[in-house]
């Protein structure tokens, strides 16, 4: 069955109408689905929309008028329940030669409903040992299989497989488009501007920021850090306790989206006569992975408002009128005092990505940041 249509039967509004700023991506994928090789690779750190460009993209494989929005292909690929749309998760800290395994067995398999399958394998960038098994497959694609890769980046390791995919770049979406996008929406500019430059030009993460009522307060936790280390190890441990709390809190508006998305699930195949939601452990573990990053991803945040602070306070140096009496005869002291703490901050931040024990690096951080003063 062909699937060659116009650009008029893949309407952007209803396959993409959750993703913001990817305009390039969107036209990249809706001229894909007229002529679909065998496999893609999407390149751009998480929450630029990946999960929705992704299924927007499967809609218009599947469905036999080659996008239409609306008919029941549309709908589970949407959602992501369409038994012809495997959305493959790693089951580690890596993508494993098991997961690669599983993936080449899923590519062999033929179309459970359609003409096609779609098989979208998410975290590539992590597939360094399991890269040779992926690449064999990717080479000898099987008729009926359109893959889909997801990547932070790619390694140099992975370059030999991105070589095998057609390649879409996604965009940060930058604070003046993430702050218009808010404003339209109805939010104050003011709250806007302050969501967009949280947001890490990530639209995932700022639709969440638009829930979440203790956005401000955790922000001004943080810059609240200079003026409340006193110089002793007990108020160090006090205050870490106090913003790994403020992150766990963070993740709550995420979790009761998830809730929300099982439910949904529970309720489709409730409907459809089926015993329960299919793949729901890879759903669960997927979940559980975004909620991990994001608390991660908040206590990055978190590190940058901190260090923002202390810039302001490097700045009040600049403008002799506002330095406090206390700072006055040892201006190039203090200035090597603050720089020195913006990059104690920095330098926390950067270890995040090595999953440490966070309290133990926060109350690291707070110690050594005493020694500045407020």
């Not at 003026?227 to 009761?256: F, I, W």
Request: hydrophobic share 45%; proline share 5%; with cysteine.
């Amino acid at each position: 069955m062909s699937t060659a249509v116009d650009d008029q039967t893949l309407p952007a509004a209803s396959l993409f109408a959750d993703v913001v700023g990817q305009a390039d991506a969107i036209a990249q994928l809706r001229g894909a689905a007229r002529r679909p090789v065998h496999a893609y690779l999407l390149v751009g750190h998480p929450g630029l929309g990946q999960r929705s460009l992704v299924r927007g993209f499967a809609a218009a494989l599947l469905c036999p008028q080659g996008g239409c929005g609306h008919c029941e292909v549309c709908r589970r690929a949407l959602v992501g329940i369409h038994p012809d749309l495997v959305e493959v998760e790693r089951m580690g800290a890596l993508v494993s030669v098991d997961d690669a395994r599983r993936v080449v067995r899923l590519a062999q398999r033929r179309p459970l409903e359609g003409h096609r399958q779609v098989i979208v394998v998410s975290d590539i960038h992590l597939a360094r040992l399991a890269a040779p098994v992926l690449l064999k497959t990717l080479e000898e694609p099987a008729g009926q299989t359109v893959f889909v890769l997801l990547a932070d980046a790619v390694p140099a390791e992975l370059a030999t497989v991105a070589s095998r995919c057609v390649r879409i770049e996604l965009r940060s979406v930058p604070p003046a488009e993430l702050r218009e996008w808010l404003t339209g929406t109805g939010m104050d500019a003011e709250l806007a501007q302050e969501l967009a430059e949280a947001a890490g030009g990530s639209i995932d993460r700022a639709r969440l920021l638009t829930e979440d009522e203790s956005f401000a307060g955790r922000r001004r936790l943080w810059r609240s850090v200079p003026t409340r280390l006193d110089g002793t190890g007990a108020a160090a441990a006090s205050l870490a306790a106090e913003l790994l709390a403020s992150a766990e809190e963070a993740v709550e508006p995420l979790r009761a989206r998830h809730r929300a998305e099982m439910e949904g699930l529970d309720s489709d195949a409730e409907q459809r006569g089926e015993r329960s939601v299919p793949r729901r452990k890879e759903i669960e573990d997927r979940q559980h992975r975004e909620e991990r990053r994001w608390r991660t991803d908040e206590l990055r945040a978190g590190f940058a408002v901190l260090a923002a602070a202390y810039r302001d306070r490097l700045m009040m140096l600049a403008a002799p009128d506002s330095v406090p009496p206390a700072w006055s005869g040892r201006t190039a002291e203090r200035v090597r005092d603050l720089a020195g703490a913006i990059s104690v901050v920095e330098r926390s931040a950067a270890e995040l990505i090595r999953n440490p024990n966070e309290s133990l690096l926060l109350e690291a951080m707070l110690v050594r940041l005493s020694a500045v003063g407020a």
